[in-house]
């Protein structure tokens, strides 16, 4: 079994920042790329940002230059500091890892259970 948990969401003004994180834990034998999706109240599901195991990051292009993604790869977990922060910016914030186990063997998709982020004066 493997468990992606979420961490650090809130309300927060306009301008501010905030840091959420998602430590994966479990039967894992290695963890792929991982990254934070953001759905809000009546729209679908989008990439925020993504990040490889060797660092390499991806930004949607409403972030870019206000957050930030990264990862410990010791401890499985991954953080998106977010600053600047705007009212369209509240949303459920979800972590994504694709993750390899040995039990069933094969590379999976793992979900967190989101952690809500509210923008607002």
């Known amino acids: 079994q493997v468990q992606l948990v979420e961490s650090g969401g809130g309300l927060v003004q306009p301008g501010g920042s905030l840091r959420v994180s998602c430590v994966a834990s479990?039967?894992?034998?290695?963890?792929?790329?991982m990254g934070w999706y953001r759905q809000a109240p009546g729209k679908q599901r989008e990439l925020v940002a993504d990040i490889t195991s060797g660092g390499r990051t991806n930004y949607a292009d409403s972030v870019k230059g206000r957050f930030t993604i990264s990862r410990d790869n010791h401890k499985n977990t991954v953080y998106l500091q977010m600053n600047s922060l705007k009212p369209e910016d509240t949303a459920v914030y979800y972590c994504?890892?694709?993750?390899?186990?040995?039990?069933?063997?094969?590379?999976?998709?793992?979900w967190g259970q989101g952690t809500q982020v509210t923008v607002s004066s």
């Open positions: 479990g039967s894992i034998f290695s963890v792929n790329a």
């Open positions: 994504n890892a694709k993750i390899y186990t040995l039990s069933p063997r094969g590379l999976y998709d793992y």
